[in-house]
């Protein structure tokens, strides 16, 4: 965008709570079962059907709520919020309007320029639509599956505090942490548990009031956010620049085509008619429920992250690294406790240690899927080698050839030392003995070295290092060449 305008970008997030059950009624949630398998009376909106609140879901909301900085109400309502549509059998979403149940929260991002925090406007719970399927069956048929019709969400309405695609992208990215450090959502864009749309409009730079906005519906993934926001500010300034006015209207990204698509504009809008739902009673929070709440939720991440910079000695940039998954920061806490146990060494002493060896090896080799992880070694079994590593039975460097070892064949370090002699020699007379041997078998190489070519020394560590398999002690193999090539 040029200097003559700013842009002003407020992002829409639903997150699917992660409950075992619909927001209303019992019907499990599976992702990918057979269409139409979990739905009953209340989910397929059958007249006479009463809903009943998912109180797991409201503990989700409240979690997310505390999580983000948000004030919880005591008291608030669900509401109807009525249209039409195939997807939406009881002809109203159970939403919440004007009171909803958290508000006025914030989110800190990190972008290359520095840091800002983000409003956060409200949060509010909601059931989700059933899922439209475009042709499939006899060609052109639409079919409807209601497993997702129900399921529990929140939606987090963000101020319009954005002023660039980045910091949305950052915004997204670190309200997707939260969430899923809070145990409240399991971040998969791909499979629309989070979801995310943007308000996007442009101003004169130095104007205070808004301009009109659009809204971009059902953006699936980090890179479309960015790609998006970038196109609708250029179509904007574009239309405004050559003297035109931007439509209040609904647009979609097509990634194929690189560009949003008009949806709907303002005339064909929905008017919800929201009203509270006459089916449910107003939703009470009293103080010791929150207080309880409040008292199960695990350190906030930039907590998290400054402790690990403070007390184990990381850069920021290692624990931004560590902390990009849950179970990564759980399984990188775990190895280091588990190192100062074998060890008898402190959490600062190692922390950097372990971090380093996790960042360059073990996370090349782990792969994530919502909350899981799946790790190539068990954190105590890495604990174990890193332990060798302390106590000078082996070095860095083949400490990384035993990890992947390990990895292959799923034994521990220890076994895979013992069996291929890889345990470092201290014994000064063995390295005296190679040392010997390498330099006589090099006489060109000790007059060059004599002669005042002191860099021919790196060639006789490598050879010792090979002669030895790099079993060698470092420290030592230095200290008997200088007193060998100083023989005269
Ligand atoms: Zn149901």
């Known amino acids: 965008m040029s200097t003559n305008y700013e842009a002003v970008i407020g992002l829409e997030v639903h997150a699917q709570l992660l409950t075992r059950t619909k927001m209303f009624c019992g019907c499990s949630i599976a992702y990918g079962a057979p269409p139409n398998t979990q739905v009953c009376p209340v989910c397929l909106g059958l007249p006479g059907a009463l809903p009943v609140p998912n109180r797991q879901a409201i503990e989700l909301a409240m979690r997310a709520a505390l999580s983000l900085g948000c004030t919880v109400r005591t008291f608030s309502r669900f509401a109807r919020k009525n249209y039409f549509y195939p997807d939406l059998a009881k002809g109203y979403q159970i939403s919440q309007f004007e009171l909803p149940l958290n508000e006025h929260g914030h989110l800190e991002i990190t972008t290359s320029t520095g840091t800002k925090t983000a409003g956060i406007t409200r949060i509010h719970v909601e059931e989700d639509a059933a899922k439209n399927l475009h042709g499939i069956g006899a060609g052109t048929d639409t079919l409807v599956d209601f497993n997702r019709a129900g399921t529990a969400l929140i939606e987090i309405v963000g101020e319009p505090d954005l002023r660039s695609s980045e910091e949305a992208e950052q915004y997204l990215k670190a309200l997707r942490d939260v969430l899923m450090f809070a145990g409240v959502n399991d971040g998969n864009l791909e499979e629309g548990s989070f979801r995310c749309d ?125 902390t990009s998954h849950p179970a990564i920061a759980a399984w990188f806490e775990e190895t280091v406790a588990a190192t100062a146990k074998l060890t008898g060494k402190s959490d600062a002493e190692l922390g950097k240690k372990v971090a380093n060896f996790v960042q360059a090896e073990v996370l090349r080799e782990t792969t994530t899927s919502g909350l899981e992880a799946q790790f190539p070694v068990p954190s105590d079994r890495v604990a174990g080698l890193l332990a060798l590593v302390e106590d000078g039975t082996i070095n860095g460097k083949i400490a990384k050839d035993v990890f992947a070892d390990m990895v292959k064949t799923g034994k521990s370090a220890k076994q895979i030392v013992d069996g291929k002699g890889l345990a470092q020699v201290t014994d000064t007379a063995a390295i005296e003995a190679v040392v010997r041997g390498v330099v006589q078998a090099n006489l060109k190489e000790v007059e060059k070295y004599r002669a005042g070519k002191t860099s021919v020394k790196g060639f006789f560590v490598g050879q010792i290092m090979k002669a030895t398999r790099g079993t060698a002690n470092a420290a030592i193999v230095n200290e008997l060449l200088d007193k060998v090539l100083g023989e005269a």
């Not at 009109?212 to 519906?217: D, H, L």
């Not at 647009?251 to 008017?271: C, F, N, V, Y």
């Open 198 to 322: 943007a308000n996007v409009s442009i101003r004169p730079v130095g104007s205070e009031t808004f301009g009109t906005r659009v809204e971009i519906k059902n953006i699936n993934s980090f890179r479309f956010v960015r790609k998006a926001i970038d196109f609708e500010l250029a179509r904007q300034e574009a239309l405004v620049s050559a003297g035109g006015k931007v439509v209040m209207e609904t647009r979609t990204w097509s990634d194929p085509q690189g560009q949003t698509l008009s949806m709907r504009s303002k005339e064909q809008a929905h008017d919800y008619r929201y009203f509270a739902d006459p089916d449910l009673p107003p939703l009470v929070i009293d103080a010791p429920w929150l207080a309880r709440i409040a008292g199960t939720l695990p350190e906030a991440l930039p907590a998290r992250r400054a402790r690990w910079q403070a007390a184990l000695g990381l850069t920021a940039y290692d624990a931004s690294v560590l």
